[in-house]
């Protein structure tokens, strides 16, 4: 069965680094989606992306967040300068029309 | 704005027991509602959706769900649990099937012997 994968599955940074989150989505979904979950809280939604721009973004996403598909398989999300609050279960999830599905995660860890 | 409440933080049910996850939603237009499983350091499975059509719908590993519009809930159930159950469970709403979804806080499934 296909499936959405991340990497990495862990990622440990210091505070005011870049890090790039690498998603693969599932070959023939067309959307694309960023959530995050902060530990013991809820998943919240950060960006989706269609035909190769964002569609809609939420207030956490700000200038120090970017996404991208460099290629027909990868869609990335980039922070450019981490801080501590950005700490968080990072999951990429694709849809078709018919629901989102959602890879792993990527724990990032702010140090 | 929309809204998902999950009133349960935490649920403890003896196996082969009978559960319901409680599900409340807020939304403006037609929503289309969703459940998912989230294992401890897994990502988020999606167990069932409902769009349209029949208000009870069937999902994976046994679960069910029943929208009923007039009481703005969608909650799920299974008659009789298993150990391997035990998880969060997330509700979600959102307005097409690739539209943002919005999440509930989750409810965490504890599975008794």
């Known amino acids: 069965e296909p499936e959405v994968t991340q990497t990495p599955s862990h990622q440990v940074t210091q505070m005011g680094q870049e890090v790039i989150l690498r998603c693969v989505p599932i070959s023939n979904h067309l959307y694309f989606y960023w959530y995050r979950q902060i530990l013991g809280q809820k998943v919240e939604f950060l960006v989706s992306?269609?035909?190769?721009?964002?569609?809609?973004k939420s207030e956490i996403f700000d200038d120090q967040f970017s996404v991208e598909r460099p290629d027909g398989s990868n869609f990335t999300l980039k922070i450019r300068s981490t801080k501590l609050e950005d700490s968080a279960m990072y999951f990429c999830a694709s849809s078709e029309q018919e629901g989102q599905y959602f890879g792993p995660g990527t724990r990032l860890t702010v140090l | 704005a929309q809204s998902v409440t999950q009133p349960d933080i935490h649920i403890t049910v003896s196996e082969g027991a009978s559960l319901e996850l409680r599900c409340n939603y807020s939304y403006g237009a037609t929503p289309y509602l969703f459940w998912y499983v989230q294992s401890p350091g897994q990502g988020l499975q999606l167990l069932l959706k409902?769009?349209?059509?029949?208000?009870l719908v069937q999902g994976i590993k046994g679960f069910e769900a029943e929208f009923k519009r007039s009481q703005s809930s969608f909650n799920l159930r299974k008659p009789s649990v298993h150990w391997s159950d035990a998880a969060e469970y997330f509700c979600a709403v959102g307005g097409r099937g690739y539209s943002t979804l919005t999440f509930g806080k989750g409810t965490m499934l504890l599975v008794s012997p």
């Open positions: 992306f269609y035909n190769n721009e964002i569609s809609e």
């Open positions: 409902y769009f349209s059509g029949d208000t």
